[in-house]
Antibody, heavy 116, light 110 residues
Framework: EVQLVQSGAEVKKPGESLKISCKGS????????IGWVRQMPGKGLEWMGI????????RYSPSFQGQVTISADKSISTAYLQWNSLKASDTAIYYC?????????WGRGTLVTVSS | QSVVTQPPSASGTPGQRVTISCSGS????????VSWYQHLPGTTPKLLFY???QRPSGVPDRFSGSKSGTSASLAISGLQSEDEADYYC???????????FGGGTKLTVL
């Protein structure tokens, strides 16, 4: 089955770092952009950024530029979303999704909880 | 505040037809294709339409999508209780060089 498998839920303290992952399977991972989408509690979907795994070209939403780092390792068909210093306001569900002028395949989401 | 605007809520009774709008500008809807997603709490967003009005297999034909100028619409006819969900439009924005989501519309089936 074609799918994106995301890493499990995380509970972190403010100031800690975190890297979550999104692994593509049963399709050519390098042929499609992968996007990251945030959903804060009770809020809507927000596009954070996208990466093209073939060459790691990355684009960020202005709202997230400098706040997170998106990367990919095409050898293991995996994209990453990384924070250097988490804040309580980073508490959210983070989805990865394959982008082909639209998001046609979604991961199940990673819940990140940041609390002291 | 998204650059693409949706009404925060919509409602209808079973069997009715409801329409959800998505308003943008020349840098997004006016020049690029719109997609729509259905999101039920605790689940993964589901693609309802791509390229404005193309329905993936498995999406009931009660759902329809359209675009005109800088606006797009999602219509649901024969409303069912299972349609109660959040609905989002999304479109590439040439100024942002990336996709943007509308703010989402919470559909309530009364």
């Amino acid at each position: 089955e074609v799918q994106l498998v995301q890493s499990g839920a995380e509970v972190k303290k403010p100031g800690e770092s975190l890297k979550i992952s999104c692994k593509g399977s049963r399709y050519t991972f390098t042929n499609h952009w992968i996007g990251w989408v945030r959903q804060m509690p009770g809020k809507g979907l927000e596009w954070m950024g996208i990466i093209y795994p073939a060459d790691s070209e990355t684009r960020y939403s202005p709202s997230f530029q400098g706040q997170v780092t998106i990367s990919a390792d095409k050898s293991i068909s995996t994209a990453y979303l990384q924070w250097n210093s988490l804040k309580a306001s980073d508490t959210a569900i983070y989805y990865c999704a394959r982008h082909f002028s639209y998001f046609d395949l979604w991961g199940r989401g990673t819940l990140v909880t940041v609390s002291s | 505040q998204s650059v693409v605007t949706q009404p925060p809520s919509a409602s209808g009774t079973p069997g009715q037809r409801v329409t959800i709008s998505c308003s943008g500008s020349s840098s997004n809807i006016g020049s690029n294709a719109v997609s729509w997603y259905q999101h039920l709490p605790g689940t993964t967003p589901k693609l309802l339409f791509y390229s404005n009005d193309q329905r993936p297999s498995g999406v009931p034909d009660r759902f329809s999508g359209s675009k005109s100028g800088t606006s797009a619409s999602l219509a649901i006819s024969g409303l069912q209780s299972e349609d109660e969900a959040d609905y989002y439009c999304a479109v590439w924005d040439d100024s942002l060089h990336g996709p943007v989501f509308g703010g989402g519309t919470k559909l309530t089936v009364l």
